[in-house]
């Protein structure tokens, strides 16, 4: 079946323009999770959804990161005024409940350049 | 927070090799582990998942061990090939289990 996709896949912005990236998580799937992967480093956790539930957004950087999921399934995270060290590579997952002995299933990212 | 973390950052192995890429962690009240592949341009893959109350699990090709006495994390590769060429992250939950912590990751490299 279909897996997580995201769109675009290479995005290239000048400092302080907005810039929206999607999700499309798999079909069913109730919960959905924001990475983001600096080159040579780590995932690090932006945001989570789960089914109807209050996001928790404690990974997110600053205030000029937001993240919506409207009607349970696409998500967009939106990066306002940004900035050179926002460059990188935006991934989502999502799984079918969320929890911790869940697997996450990872769309291809989304490669973030600010000039 | 919590930190997973790898013993080497680059592994080279020659093909048909077994390979052996180690994980650290620090949450001794972990009870689920998960090996992702990363292909150079791509999301992270998974590959296979423990739970603690294993020690071992068996997949195609890859073996995972778990030692929970010393809060470390193997995957081993069987008869290594050059598609198996990627970064190796290992991954545990937060305790709330919002998120999963991954390390820096492991670089392996198979020559032909």
């Known amino acids: 079946g279909a897996g997580v996709s995201q769109s675009p896949s290479n995005k290239v912005t000048e400092k302080g323009k907005d810039v929206e990236l999607r999700c499309d998580p798999i079909?069913?799937?109730?919960?959905l999770y924001w990475y983001r992967q600096s080159l040579g480093q780590g995932l690090e956790f932006l945001i989570y959804?789960?089914?109807?539930?209050?996001?928790?957004k404690s990974g997110l950087p600053s205030d000029r990161f937001s993240a919506e999921r409207t009607g349970g399934s696409v998500s967009t995270l939106t990066i306002q005024r940004t900035q050179q060290e926002d460059s990188a590579v935006y991934l989502c997952?999502?799984?079918?409940?969320?929890?911790?002995?869940?697997?996450?299933?990872f769309g291809p990212g989304t490669r973030l350049l600010v000039l | 927070g919590e930190s997973v973390g790898l013993h080497l950052p680059t592994l080279s192995v020659q093909e048909g090799d077994n390979s052996i890429i180690n994980c650290a962690y620090s949450?001794?009240?972990?009870?689920?582990f998960i090996w992702y592949k990363q292909e150079s341009g791509k999301g992270p893959q998974f590959i296979i998942d423990?739970?603690?109350?294993?020690d071992k699990r068996q997949g195609q090709r890859v073996t995972v061990l778990l030692n929970k006495t010393v809060k470390h994390l193997s995957l081993q590769i069987a008869a290594t090939q050059p598609g198996d060429s990627a970064v190796y992250f290992c991954?545990?939950?937060?305790?709330?289990?919002?998120?999963?912590?991954f390390g820096t990751g492991t670089s392996l490299t198979v020559i032909p």
């Open positions: 997952a999502s799984s079918l409940m969320g929890g911790s002995w869940e697997t996450q299933y």
């Open positions: 079909s069913g799937h109730t919960a």
């Open positions: 959804f789960q089914g109807n539930s209050a996001p928790d």
């Open positions: 949450n001794s009240a972990s009870d689920y």
């Open positions: 423990i739970r603690s109350n294993m």
């Open positions: 991954a545990e939950p937060s305790n709330t289990g919002n998120q999963f912590y």
